[in-house]
Antibody
Framework: QVQLQESGPGLVKPSETLSLTCTVS????????WSWIRQPPGKGLEWIGY???????NYNPSLKSRVTISEDMSKNQFSLKLSSVTAADTAVYYC????????WGQGTLVTVSS | EIVMTQSPATLSVSPGERATLSCRAS??????LAWYQQKPGQAPRLLIY???TRATGIPARFSGSGSGTEFTLTISSLQSEDFAVYYC????????FGQGTRLEIK
């Protein structure tokens, strides 16, 4: 079955770059849309962006200047980089498949703090 | 940018009763609308996609309707496990979520 697993540092300092990786099993990155979604503690869901069709990307306009999503087909992984982070970027980060978001990772909490 | 507005913010319903949640889009999203359920400490779970198609394994008491700008999620007879936060999401133009409706026990 399809499984997604986020990995990366749980603590990032302000002004630095948040980096997360999603490892996918049971599906090929060359098909489907692959998104990053985040949820600040106690708040709602926010789409960050997606990668699709072997490398095309779209990003949330409010984050576009700071976001890069990329993929490593050899490892069946896709990654998120969010630069110049502040405390407002503290959230649970999910990797997800499709545009109707069918398969979700368990999520990983990233805290931005010095 | 499309804005998704859910109402009410909180809905109090007794077990066994019907719950009706609403979602409005600021412009047409056709039928590219999904609903999710989220329980504390868990990732959201897809309930409905295409405005009215139940996802795999979702009980028949969950139903979705609407198209264009007005959508509804109905839970016909609330079970204890249904009390959670529900989000609508459009995927007609990128991905945008509503702010959520908290369904609580009355």
């Amino acid at each position: 079955q399809v499984q997604l697993q986020e990995s990366g540092p749980g603590l990032v300092k302000p002004s630095e770059t948040l980096s997360l990786t999603c490892t996918v099993s049971g599906a090929s990155l060359s098909s489907y849309y692959w998104s990053w979604i985040r949820q600040p503690p106690g708040k709602g869901l926010e789409w960050i962006g997606y990668i699709y069709y072997s490398g095309s990307t779209n990003y949330n306009p409010s984050l576009k200047s700071r976001v890069t999503i990329s993929e490593d087909m050899s490892k069946n992984q896709f990654s998120l980089k969010l630069s110049s982070v502040t405390a407002a970027d503290t959230a649970v980060y999910y990797c997800v498949r499709d545009t109707a978001l069918t398969y979700w990772g368990q999520g990983t909490l990233v805290t931005v703090s010095s | 940018e499309i804005v998704m507005t859910q109402s009410p913010a909180t809905l109090s319903v007794s077990p066994g009763e019907r719950a009706t949640l609403s979602c409005r889009a600021s412009q047409s999203v056709s039928s590219n609308l999904a609903w999710y359920q989220q329980k504390p400490g868990q990732a959201p779970r897809l309930l409905i996609y295409g405005a009215s198609t139940r996802a795999t394994g979702i009980p028949a008491r969950f139903s979705g309707s609407g198209s264009g700008t007005e959508f509804t999620l109905t839970i016909s007879s609330l079970q204890s496990e249904d009390f959670a936060v529900y989000y609508c999401q459009q995927y007609n133009n990128w991905i945008i979520f509503g702010q959520g409706t908290r369904l609580e026990i009355k």
